[in-house]
């Protein structure tokens, strides 16, 4: 992720943390500079941006997690993601809220979702390669997802209910990834 990409995402997140996704334009987050180098385009660039930011920062918190069995490594690449959200839960959440109104802005959203599912995987060393893979990916996303609405009404210090949301989402892929071996 270039520095420019790494700040407008950061920018968009300060100014969710004031106005709604809704009333949020493109003129409030880019510059004159920023518009000619024409990187977001869209609303749904800044939101696909945003994403692309969360992965680069899961990649640096994660590059020294302890190798461990599949599920530990899955939570723990997980919750790293539940604390970056954390760090900007007021923006996230009002995001979230924005696109529950407009399942066609999630629908564009979803290549960057599941390219955000791959490098959770990858991280975890999860294998969703193939078409086992494939269904695994679909499991992990719907865990993330699950968890997600978890995350969103756990107003714990410690993350505590979405900790207890995803090690229980987990144990149930876990008991249904049996059958895909």
Known sequence: MIDLEKKIAEDTLKKLHKKSWDKLTLDDVLDKKNKKQKIINTKNDLLTNINKYVDNLLIEKTKNIDSSSTKDMLFEV??????????????????????????????????????????????????????????????????????????????????????????????????FSKYLK
């Open 78 to 175: 997980l919750m790293a993601r539940f604390d970056i959200l954390q760090e900007n839960r007021i923006s996230f959440i009002k995001m979230f809220e924005a696109l529950k109104k407009s399942p066609k802005k999630i629908l564009k959203l979803f290549p960057s979702l599941l390219e955000s599912m791959i490098v959770t995987a990858e991280l975890a060393k999860f294998n969703v390669n193939g078409v086992k893979g494939a269904i695994r990916l679909k499991g992990l996303f719907l865990v993330y997802l699950i968890t997600f609405y978890s995350w969103i009404d756990d107003h714990t210090f410690s993350l505590e209910k979405t900790m207890n949301a995803l090690d229980k989402n987990l144990d149930q892929v876990e008991k």
